[in-house]
């Protein structure tokens, strides 16, 4: 008769460096087997014969066995108590033993009641769906109306946009002729008045002086006409994208948190609402003797004076390759792709490939060198790079960034070449950068995302607040005090803002800052997705002749 047995088939663990392998667990289960890879500093390590081993968790340990060079350790249901606690692999020989660095076994409590009556509500819960489809379905027809309209308004704006854009290609025509008949004007009365200079002396001089002047006065007055034609071209592409943002017709879902996943967005579409609250928290734990300083939102620029928020937005690859460079380290030579790959070449001498595609190698962590955050208390798998925190060991495979030794999180400040082995040949190798947040590869795709920059003179504290009023984003300061202000971002910022957007699949939104504010936001759901869901078989659709809602089985 078979057993019952789940075998996870890709823990690695080192006997020298912790990569605080994280492996997940359900309460009371009998039937969880872990098979695990060893390596020595980073090499596979060949298991002698004779040797036997176990799994070590807190009081219990379970005797394992040895498969393929690997170690199969089973679960027993005394360690999968809810909860999180370190376990370790031991190797045994004799009275010599060697132990693995700690991995981290987090079981999840059972939702399961054996007491619980089983209950049914299958046909109530498939009507409340239905009739909440064809409500959507309904305001989906009356936005749909509406979206005709912003259509058209749309398109005056854009008609407008193409007649600036004519205007300003004639003005540019009428001042390279101007230009070019002053240079042969002022040349012709260059030559003219040097003859007369001759025989009239300073006076004539004078007078060509003056012409250039005059000449000069033309071909500044025309470019500052093409410099504000741009200034309102760049106004009427704005208020384009902020209709396009505000006025698209769907269904639109709200979502808060410091770190949001959403699954279910529409591709490109900009966000209905955006807001980063700020927040107010003590440094350390006050005392009668000693004050302790407050933080908030905000992370200072030391050159520039400023604090910084960064709001990104973007797909499932979190690692932005652009401005990457390659180089050449320990043998091997590597050049970055326009798509963020890397193609290497070269004999690996096993030292550390010092190609930093990003950042380097320091000492120093400021506000202006990290390149980006990966979250306290979050999981990541990090494939084909090496990141750095400044000097601290690096993070590559699946990396837990541990709460209580990176209570900021682990701030990025250099993305260096994957390790190569001694005496391996890479003949036009790819690497394909990413990270990804959870324990999963979910494979590689190029970076698809924005990231925008705020800057203010002040942090953010409780009573303040990113958001956007009226289709200007900026500051919101003193939120319920007779001090209240406004400050809107600078035009640079009020584009970046503008182009955050969600992407289908998944989109992920954070923020760099050590507080983790919360982020709240209404977003354009993608309305066939969500229609098929809810309803299963049935497909509606807008009938573009009459704007009346079609029912497809």
Avoid at 102 to 128: H, P, W
Avoid at 330 to 354: M, R, Y
Wanted: proline share 4%; with cysteine.
């Amino acid at each position: 008769m078979s057993e019952l047995k789940i075998i996870k088939d890709d823990i690695v663990l080192d006997f020298y460096s912790s990569g605080t392998e994280v492996v997940y667990a359900k309460q009371g289960d009998t039937g969880r087997v872990l098979k695990i890879a060893l390596r020595e500093a980073g090499k596979e390590y060949q298991i002698p014969a004779g040797v036997t081993a176990r799994i070590a968790c807190g009081t219990f340990w379970n005797e394992c066995t040895i498969q393929d060079n690997k170690v199969l350790a089973p679960l027993s249901s005394d360690m999968l108590h809810s909860g999180r606690r370190p376990c370790q692999i031991e190797l045994m020989m004799g009275d010599a033993r060697v132990s693995t660095a700690n991995f981290i076994l987090y079981t999840e409590a059972s939702a399961r009641d054996d007491n619980a009556i089983m209950g049914s509500n299958k046909y109530g819960v498939l009507d409340g769906l239905i009739d909440k489809a064809f409500n959507d379905a309904e305001q989906t027809g009356k936005d749909a109306e509406q979206t005709a309209a912003d259509r058209k308004a749309t398109g005056e704006d854009r008609g407008a946009v193409a007649a600036d854009r004519r205007a300003v290609e004639k003005i540019n025509n009428d001042f390279t002729l101007t230009a070019q008949q002053a240079v042969t004007d002022v040349n012709n009365a260059g030559q003219t008045q040097t003859q007369r200079v001759n025989t009239a002396g300073d006076t004539q001089v004078s007078r060509v002086q003056a012409e250039g002047s005059i000449q000069v006065q033309n071909v500044q007055a025309a470019a500052a006409e093409i410099a504000a034609d741009r200034e309102q071209i760049h106004t009427n592409r704005d208020n384009v994208a902020q209709l396009q943002r505000t006025t698209a017709s769907a269904i639109i879902r709200e979502a808060e948190g410091s770190f949001l996943t959403l699954e279910d967005a529409v591709e490109g579409k900009g966000y209905r609402k955006l807001d980063v609250q700020g927040m107010t928290v003590q440094d350390g734990v006050p005392a009668p003797e000693a004050e302790v300083p407050l933080k908030n939102v905000g992370v200072l620029n030391p050159k520039t004076g400023k604090y910084e928020v960064k709001v990104t937005a973007c797909k499932n690859n979190l690692l932005d390759m652009t401005g990457a460079k390659g180089g050449t380290a320990a043998g091997i030579t590597t050049v970055v792709n326009p798509d963020g790959t890397l193609t290497s070449n070269g004999t690996g001498t096993g030292a550390p490939v010092a190609v930093w595609l990003l950042g380097k190698y320091t000492a120093d962590i400021t506000g202006d060198n990290v390149l980006m955050v990966l979250q306290a208390g979050k999981t990541y798998y990090i494939s084909d790079v090496v990141l750095f925190m400044g000097t601290e060991y690096p993070a590559q495979y699946k990396f837990f960034v541990d709460p209580e030794k990176h209570p900021e999180g682990f701030k990025v400040t250099g993305v260096r070449h994957a390790q190569i082995d001694s005496g391996t040949v890479l003949t036009n190798k790819v690497y394909y950068p990413r990270v990804i947040l959870g324990d999963k590869d979910t494979g590689w795709e190029p970076y698809k995302g924005r990231t925008a920059t705020v800057t203010s003179d002040r942090p953010l504290t409780q009573w303040d607040k990113l958001t956007c009023r009226d289709g200007v984003w900026g500051c919101l300061y003193d939120i319920g005090k007779d001090t209240e202000t406004w400050t809107p971002l600078t035009p640079q910022e009020q584009s970046a803002m503008n182009a955050l957007c969600s992407y289908a699949g998944t989109t992920h939104i954070w923020t760099d800052d050590p507080l983790q504010p919360v982020i709240s936001l209404e977003y354009t759901v993608d309305t066939e997705t969500y229609i098929r869901e809810t309803l299963g078989g049935l497909r509606l659709s807008i009938n573009p002749n009459d704007m009346g809602l079609d029912i497809n089985y």
